[in-house]
C-alpha cells in the first residue's frame, strides 16, 4: 500500500483544537467535520480545506495531535482526503485513534525536518521508507508494531473486535 | 526487576504476574466513560460491532457535559441520541441533566472509581482519577466503543517519571500551581506516552481537590496517567463516596524510572500558564499586572468544593472590577449546593459573579462564555490553545481559583497575597 501526495507541513504542538475546534463538534459527520479541519491554523500559509486534495499529507513536528481526545480529529483529517500524517511525535491519544480508525500514521524525525509545505511525498508503508520527489531524498521512519499492522490489515479495531468476538 | 504502581496494576487486570514498558496487553476495564461530544461517535461504532449488550450496565458511564444544558439544536439531537442509547441499554450509571456533573468532578462523587481500578474515558481528562490510586486514561470514541462491548482495552505498558513532592507548599499554593508548575518544567510532551506517578512527604498537605486537580493535568504533559499512592486522605474520601472495595497497589521499591524530579514545595509560586500552550508557565510575579476581560473558575480541573472555597475566601464582601465577567461553574449538583448553603454562591453573586449550573462550557470554547476577538480570559481550566475560549485571536491564561479571583477583583492578573 502506498500514499502520494502534496504536503501541508505544521509545526510543534498543532492540537486537536487546532485540528477540529470544539465550536464544530454539535455535529459528528465527516463530511461537515472536514469542511473545517485545521480551522484554526492560523499561522499556517497555506489554507487547508480550500487546497487540499485526495491522497494529500500532513506532516507536523512534535506532539501532533496533543489535547482532547475527540476522535473528530483524525476523523476530520481522513474525510479531507488525507492519506497518511507524519510526524516526529504524535500525542497518545491522536496516535491510538489514528490507528483504531484505520487513518494510517508515521513517525519519522528526518522526514518531519526535512520536508517542506508543497512538497511531493510518496509514502510505503509495507517498508516505511518516505520519498520526498520534490527534493529527491528518501527517508525511513519507524515500522509498526506487528500488533498494529495487524488492526490496520483488518481496517481497524471495530473489524478487528467483530473476528475476536466470532461476529465475522 | 520492580513495577511502578500504574504497571502492577495493569499486570493484575491483564491476568498477568508482571509486565513490562513497552509491552502490549489486553486489560479488563473497571469503567467505561463517555460523554455527549465522544459518546455519539461510539454509539456509531458500537453498533457497527454487532453485539446487542454492554459488558456489563454497571461499568459504563455516560455523563452529557460538555455542551449541556444542550446549547444548540444539533446538541440537542447528540443528548438525544446518547439518552436513547442509554435507556435501551439499561446503563446503570447514565447521568440527566439535574443529576450531571463535569464528567471528573461526578464520577468519583458518585464513588465509581476507587483505587486499584483500571479506566477509560473518552474524554482526555479521565487521567483525573489517578488521584485516587486508579490507573485511568482517556481514549477515543472506537476504544469507548469496544471497551463497552468487550470490557477491555488494549495498551502499551508505560514506562514512567517520579515526582518526588517535599515540604509544605504556602497557603495560595494549590494543586494547580504544582501543576502548571511541572508542566512548565518538563513541557506539553514532556511526559509523552509514560505515567507521572507523584510520590513524597509533600502529598500528606495535598487535600483530595488538589490531587484531582494534578492528576487532571497529567495529559497536559502527554502523559497517559497520573497517580497517586493510596493513604488515609484517599481511603476516608473513598469510604465517604464509594461502595465499592478498594484495592491498594504500591510501586515496588526497586521500580523502574526514567526519570526521577525532586520538587519542594514549600519554594512554589502562584503560577499562570500564558498562551498559548500549558508549559508556558511564569510565577505570579512575572505575571502580574496582564489586564484581562473575563474570568472563569470551574471545569474538571477546579470545579471542586475545595475551589469554591479558594476563590470565595478572597471574593467575600469586594466587588470584580468594572466590564469584568467572572463565571462560576461548580463542578456538579452537588458542589453547587453546598455553595449554596455555605454561603458561596451570595459571595459570588454579590461580589458581581455569574453563578452557572454545572457544565464543561466555556473551557472548551462551547458556550457559556465565549471570547470575541483580542479578548482575554484567565481561566482555572486546563488548555489555553489557539482558540480554546472562543474566537481564534482570544487569548487564554490558566491559572489557580486563588489567583482567578483576585484578578476578578482588580481586573489584571493579580497576587491573591496582595487583595486585603
Redesign the interface.
Known sequence: MNACGKVFKYGDNIDTDVIIPARYLNSSDPKELAKHCMEDAIHSSVNFVENVKNGDIIVAEKNFGCGSSREHAPIAIKASGISCVIAKTFARIFYRNAINIGLPILECEEAAEKIEMGDEVEVDFSTGVITNKTKNETYQAEPFPEFMQEMFKVGGLIEQTKVKLGLK | MGMTMTQKILAAHAGLESVKAGQ?IEANLDLVLGND??T??AI??FN????NKVFDKNKVAIVPD??TPN??I??AE?CKCVREFANEKEIENYFEVGQMGIEHCLIPEAGLAVPGDVII????H?CTYGALGAFST??????M??GM??GVA?FKVPSALKFVLKNKPAKFVSGKDIILHIIGMIG??GA??KSMEFVGDGIKYLSMDDRFTIANMA?EA?G?NGIFPVDEKTLEYVKEHSKKTPVVFEADDDAEYDEVYEIDLATLRSTVAFPH?PENTKTIDEAKGVKIDQVVIGSCTNGRIGDMRAAAEILKGKKIAPNMRAIILPGTQKIWLECVEEGLAKIFVEAGCVFSTPTCGPC???HMGILAKGERSLSTTN?N????MGH??SEVYLCSPAVAAASAITGEITDPEDIK
Open positions: 502490549l461530544v465522544t455519539p461517535v456509531t461504532e457497527k460491532i454487532g453485539v460538555h455542551f446549547k444548540d444539533k446538541s447528540h474515558g473518552a474524554d482526555s479521565t482517556g481514549v477515543g470514541s472506537t476504544d466503543a469496544v462491548a468487550r488494549w506539553v510532551d509523552l506516552y495529559i502527554g497517559k500552550l472548551l470554547g462551547g488548555r490553545f489557539i482558540g480554546r481564534p485571536e
